[in-house]
C-alpha cells in the first residue's frame, strides 16, 4: 500500500510540475509583446479654419486607417464651440490621436492614413459645403515600426520596440498628383502635429452693398437718411439624402456679427450728432446713416490684402424656387418634398439661409430702389431677399436707393423786369402826387 501510495504521489507531483511549466509558458506568451514606444506615441491633429469671422458650433472627427486591411484602429474629434472666438478671422483647434493602446504579434512596418470625416453641426447637418480644404491643405501618411527587441545573443525577447513616422503629401499643381514634402515630420517639442486647413467657401458666402443716391432740384447732398437693417436667417432644413433635389444643410447663423464699411463714423441727423454703427448683429435691427453718393458695404472683410465674405448665402422665393444657390444648380420643389422643413415665411416667402430687411425712415424726398440691378420699385422698405444675387450668379447683393425731391422752378423772369417795374411805378407815383398837389391847390384858391 505504501509503494502504491508512493507512485500515486510521484504522479501527483509530475502533474504539478507539467502544470508549473505550462504557467510559466503561459505567462511568456503574455508577456509576449510588450510595447515601448520610442519617440512620441501619439499625433496632434491641428485643424485651423481661415477667413471666418465667426464661431462655429460643429465637430470634426479623424480616423487611422490601415492601409492593408482598411480597418479604423484610432479616431479623435475636434469640437468647435460658440466660444471659440476667432483670432485674425482664423480659428484654430487641436485633439490628440493616441495610439499607445496598438498592438503587434510580429515585427514590420505598418502603413496608415489619416482620413479627415464631415464638419458636422448635429441633427444630421454637415456643413462641408461651407468649410473647404484651403489650397495648401495637405494628407498624411502614418508609418508603424516594430521591431523585436534581442538578448545579449541577439535573440528575440518577444517584446518590441515601436517608432512613429508621419509623413505630410501636398498637391503638386504641375503634375497634379500629391507627393511628399519631406521624408518625414520632425516633433516640435517632443509633439508630432498634422495640420489641416480649411477656409470658407466664396461660393457660399457673401456680402450686401446699400447705396444712397438723391435726385433733384431740391435735394441736399450733405443730408443724412435712416436706414434699419435686419439680417436674419433660418437653419431648420436638413438635406434629406432619400429625397432627389433636398436643399441642402444650412448653416446656423444666429448672433453672428457681420462688418459695416464705407460710412461715416459720427452724422448730424435733425440736430443730433449720432454714432454710425460698425457692425450688425444677425437678428437683431440695426440703423446706419448714408448721405449721397455712399455706399455701406456690409458683412466683407479686408485683412492682410486678402478680400473674403463673411454671411452666409440664402435664399427667398416663392414655394417652388427657380433659382438655387447650390454649385449643383438643382430646383428645388418644396410642394414636392413633404420630407423638408418649409423655412421662415417672410413677406410671403419662403426663405433658408440667410436673408435681409430693409427700411429706409420715410421723409420728404420720393422714394424708390433696385435690387441687384433690377427695374425700379417705389418705396421705402426691401422686402425680405436671399443672399443670392441671380443676375450675377454670386452671393453679393446690391441695393441701390434713389430720393428724389423737386421744387418749383426759379425763371429768372421777376428778376428780368423788375427794374422796369420800378421805374413804372416811381413814374405813376409821381404822376398822381402831382395830379393830388394840384387838386389840393385848387380847393385852396376856390
Not at 90 to 117: H, R, V, W
Not at 155 to 166: A, D, H, Q
Not at 326 to 355: E, I, R
Not at 410 to 418: A, C, D, E, M, N
Request: glycine letters at 8%; charged letters at 20%; proline letters at 5%.
Amino acid at each position: 500500500m505504501k509503494k502504491v501510495f508512493s507512485i500515486r504521489n510521484g504522479f501527483l507531483m509530475l502533474v504539478v510540475v507539467l502544470i508549473g511549466v505550462l504557467s510559466l509558458n503561459i505567462k511568456e506568451a503574455k508577456a509576449a509583446g510588450t510595447v515601448t514606444w520610442v519617440g512620441p506615441s501619439s499625433i496632434t491633429i491641428r485643424e485651423t479654419i481661415r477667413n471666418t469671422a465667426n464661431p462655429i458650433v460643429a465637430s470634426m472627427k479623424y480616423t487611422l486607417v490601415e492601409y492593408s486591411s482598411n480597418n479604423d484602429v484610432a479616431t479623435a474629434t475636434i469640437n468647435y464651440t460658440a466660444s471659440d472666438t476667432p483670432t485674425n478671422y482664423q480659428i484654430t483647434k487641436s485633439t490628440t490621436m493616441n495610439l499607445s493602446s496598438l498592438t503587434f504579434t510580429k515585427p514590420g512596418d505598418y502603413e496608415y492614413y489619416i482620413l479627415q470625416g464631415s464638419l458636422e453641426a448635429g441633427e444630421g447637418k454637415i456643413l462641408n459645403n461651407y468649410f473647404i480644404p484651403s489650397s495648401d491643405s495637405a494628407f498624411y501618411d502614418v508609418t508603424i515600426s516594430v521591431r523585436n527587441v534581442v538578448d545579449a545573443n541577439n535573440t528575440p525577447t518577444g517584446n518590441y520596440t515601436v517608432s512613429l513616422i508621419l509623413r505630410r503629401l501636398v498637391y503638386n499643381e504641375q503634375t497634379e498628383e500629391y507627393e511628399y514634402d519631406e521624408e518625414k515630420v520632425s516633433p516640435v517639442s517632443g509633439v508630432l502635429y498634422a495640420d489641416h486647413y480649411l477656409e470658407t467657401n466664396p461660393n457660399r458666402f457673401g456680402h450686401i452693398e446699400l447705396s444712397k443716391t438723391v435726385k433733384g432740384i431740391g435735394a441736399d447732398t450733405t443730408k443724412y437718411f435712416p436706414f434699419t437693417i435686419n439680417i436674419d436667417n433660418d437653419s431648420g432644413l436638413v438635406q434629406d439624402e432619400t429625397t432627389e433635389g433636398a436643399v441642402p444643410n444650412i448653416i446656423d447663423s444666429s448672433g453672428w456679427v457681420y462688418p459695416i464699411s464705407g460710412i461715416d463714423a459720427t452724422v448730424t441727423y435733425n440736430g443730433n450728432t449720432i454714432t454710425n454703427p460698425t457692425t450688425i448683429t444677425d437678428g437683431t435691427p440695426t440703423t446706419i446713416y448714408l448721405k449721397h453718393g455712399q455706399t455701406a458695404t456690409i458683412g466683407q472683410v479686408t485683412s492682410e490684402g486678402n478680400t473674403f465674405d463673411v454671411i452666409p448665402g440664402g435664399y427667398c422665393g416663392e414655394e417652388t424656387p427657380d433659382i438655387d444657390p447650390d454649385p449643383d444648380h438643382k430646383k428645388y420643389d418644396f410642394s414636392t418634398t413633404p420630407s423638408v422643413k418649409k423655412l421662415a415665411a417672410v413677406d410671403g416667402k419662403t426663405c433658408y439661409g440667410s436673408y435681409f430687411t430693409i427700411e429706409e425712415s420715410p421723409g420728404d424726398y420720393t422714394p424708390a430702389f433696385s435690387v441687384n440691378g433690377g427695374s425700379s420699385t417705389s418705396g421705402y422698405y426691401v422686402s425680405a431677399t436671399g443672399l443670392y444675387n441671380m443676375n450675377t450668379d454670386s452671393n453679393t447683393v446690391t441695393v441701390d436707393f434713389y430720393n428724389t425731391k423737386e421744387m418749383s422752378p426759379v425763371t429768372g423772369l421777376i428778376f428780368t423786369i423788375l427794374p422796369y417795374v420800378i421805374l413804372a411805378g416811381i413814374g405813376v407815383g409821381g404822376t398822381l402826387l402831382v395830379m393830388h398837389l394840384k387838386k389840393e391847390e385848387r380847393k385852396v384858391k376856390e
